[in-house]
């Protein structure tokens, strides 16, 4: 089981405000940035303030403020998993949940 030391609120509040800091960096002002980016004004102004806004719009402000390529990494394939030292170690790892094969109801089969 993972260990989260930070909320999924504390990571949208620093996403917000990294955005904040990189459009500062570049010298815009929010209404010049939503411009560029296609995203309203008062999304942008919620964005900087709440942190929310919607997937599309943080993508197009990703792509307005030359970052895009970061959400590539995002739910990326995970690193495999060493080893076990043990059988012990082997029967503890969490198996990996795999798509389902057939549909609900139907049995397999002939």
Known sequence: MAVYLRTAQEVQTGIAGRFK???????????????RSGVTWSSLKRFEREGL???????NLALALDCLDDFDKL??????????????A??????LRRRATGRKGRSHGI
């Open 90 to 95: 082997l029967l503890a790892t969490p198996a």
């Open 21 to 35: 800091a990189r459009r500062l960096a570049m010298n815009l002002t929010q209404r010049e940035l939503a411009a």
């Open 75 to 88: 739910a990326g394939e995970r690193q495999p998993i060493p080893a076990a030292q043990s059988l012990d």
């Open 53 to 59: 806004i919607a997937l599309g719009s943080l993508l």
